[in-house]
């Protein structure tokens, strides 16, 4: 199909007279012969796939599946062991010395390329190809990755100048691709990332791209970068912006962080506001909320009076979570991860559970894990709800952290949670940086944005804020500002509505305070300050 789509491009233009002409005075064909320049096969799969296998449990459609492809048996003028230097004269020779680049490493000058778009898990967790790709690209390699990350790492080994590929967006800040960025930077320049950070470039695709731009032979201190922050373009305003030299942010990418694509002068003021402070990962516990792989089963919209109040509990969640406040529950969770013995159960759960028993047998960690059917699929963290805790949503559009020191929550998948398990550390003063301007902004610069203004608030992201970590009487002041803050929450959710404007004022009044605070406590200067409230 690819050379038929090529040959009839090459006739396109062409007509019988055109074509007389050309054959009647040249001794070329009519058509190219492509046979050498289009190949079919596994691009990241070589013949080595089947070194150490019993190869009578591979038939031919078997091997066909698998496809196994060769580059340098396939391209042997590309990938020959010589040099590219067949000096038949001492001129010769001396020229190639004057002139290293024509010393050139074996490999192609250009490759482009569109990989597929799933997960390595699509494969099968243990299939031969999936154990294959996890040995052969080990430096990549990170469970549940996506399979293009494979295709780029490809690239940069079989070519030695200019690599250019589309791809998903999510390797720019995605956890599982911190080997993937981590290989570019060792191996390649990055001369320039285009991220489509909205815009759909392929309509039926679900999903967003950026263009990936690597240069082999020349060595890139910055990286030239475009945001397209809309989700729609008409194609003569994309095309017009790609060729504008307009715009453009020079980014500085480094090893073991996110591609945040943002000027050196924002990437000056991050470090300052990261300075040599710990993370928060490392002063508490950051996680996500348990699975259940079931909710239909464990979650209520009404409280179930059917079952003994000890084993409820209320389920926190984005709807209610606001700054500073949530609101009354609206979903209650069956909960019993405390009891061993299925049989020690009230009856009335029991008969709950049993009559979905053809459901929870189903899930993936009863089936591949050996978990009890009867029990929440991961009840991440359980060890830890004893503690106070401040909880957030996983998408919002800005910080978003309140305080529960209630124990009658429980977060899902859809939550995360920073338990108070550090007993120097006070969660109200966390509270009042995670929901400053400050680390709403710091956030914003490492964070994927999954389209519409809102941004990703996961374990692995939250745990990096920078956050000072001053002794129990240097947090008595932050402490103090958040305990009003929180009492002004409350009265103007329990306010009438007549009220409320007044107490929005006493609420704007603190924040400010608090912003003050934080500033002070991270250094900033007016400008800085001027640069995180969008001003400079």
């Not at 090459?10 to 001794?27: D, K, M, Q, R, V």
């Not at 285009?194 to 060595?219: C, G, P």
């Not at 090893?255 to 993370?279: C, M, P, T």
């Not at 020191?405 to 108070?420: K, M, P, Q, R, S």
């Amino acid at each position: 199909m690819t050379k038929l789509s090529l040959v009839l491009k090459i006739l396109e233009n062409e007509n019988a007279e055109s074509a007389g002409t050309l054959l009647s005075y040249s001794a070329e064909k009519m058509l190219p012969d492509l046979s050498n320049n289009i190949k079919c096969g596994n691009s990241l799969i070589g013949s080595d796939f089947y070194k150490d296998k019993q190869m009578d449990m591979f038939d031919a459609a078997e091997m066909r599946k698998v496809n196994a492809f060769d580059w340098e048996k396939e391209f042997p003028s590309v990938f020959g062991k010589e040099k590219e230097f067949h000096a038949d004269s001492a001129d010769k020779k001396e020229d190639h010395l004057r002139n290293p680049r024509n010393l050139r490493e074996p490999g192609f000058d250009v490759m482009i390329g569109n990989p597929p778009y799933f997960n390595i898990q699509t494969l099968g967790a243990k299939s031969p190809e999936a154990e294959y790709i996890m040995r052969k690209y080990s430096s990549v390699w990170m469970d549940k990755s996506d399979i293009l990350f494979y295709f780029v790492a490809k690239a940069i080994q079989l070519c030695r100048g200019q690599v250019s590929f589309i791809i998903s967006n999510a390797f720019l800040f995605a956890d599982k691709a911190k080997n993937l960025r981590n290989y570019i930077i060792e191996n390649a320049s990055i001369t320039e990332i285009i991220n489509f950070e909205q815009y759909q470039v392929f309509a039926n695709a679900s999903i967003t791209t950026a263009i990936l731009k690597l240069d082999k032979e020349e060595k890139h201190e910055k990286t030239k970068t475009r945001i397209f922050k809309e989700k729609n373009y008409d194609e003569h305003t994309v095309l017009e912006l790609l060729h504008s030299q307009q715009n453009y942010i020079w980014a500085n990418l480094k090893k073991d962080n996110v591609f945040a694509l943002i000027d050196g002068r924002i990437d000056d003021l991050n470090q300052r506001i990261d300075g040599v402070h710990k993370s928060l990962g490392e002063i508490l516990f950051v996680g996500k909320g348990m699975e259940t792989a079931a909710n239909e089963v464990f979650q209520f919209s009404e409280f179930p009076n059917k079952f003994p109040d000890v084993y409820i509990k209320k389920r926190m969640s984005g709807e209610i979570i606001e700054r500073y406040f949530f609101g009354k529950e609206i979903e209650y969770i069956l909960y019993f991860e405390n009891i061993e013995i299925f049989e020690d159960l009230p009856k009335s759960i029991q008969n709950h559970l049993l009559e979905h028993k053809s459901i929870l047998k189903e899930r993936a960690t009863v089936k591949n894990e050996g978990r009890a059917w009867w029990r929440y699929s991961r009840p991440m963290h359980k060890e830890l709800y004893i503690h106070p805790k401040i909880w957030c949503s996983y998408r919002a559009k800005r910080n978003e952290f309140v305080l529960d020191e209630t124990g009658e929550y429980i977060g899902l998948t859809n939550t995360v949670a920073v338990f108070g398990t550090n007993k120097n550390i006070s969660l109200k003063y966390i509270l009042g940086l995670l929901n400053s301007k400050l680390l709403n902004y710091r956030h914003k610069t490492f964070a994927k944005q999954t389209g519409n203004g809102v941004f990703e608030y996961v374990p692995n992201v939250i745990e990096k804020f920078p956050i000072p970590n001053i002794s129990l009487e240097e947090q008595a002041i932050f402490i103090d500002i958040v305990n009003q803050m929180l009492t002004a929450q409350n009265e103007f959710h329990a306010a009438k509505e007549s009220d409320k404007a007044m107490l929005k004022q006493k609420i704007d009044a603190i924040d400010a305070q608090i912003d003050a605070l934080v500033y002070e406590l991270y250094g900033l200067t007016e400008e800085e300050i001027k640069v995180v409230e969008g001003k400079a």
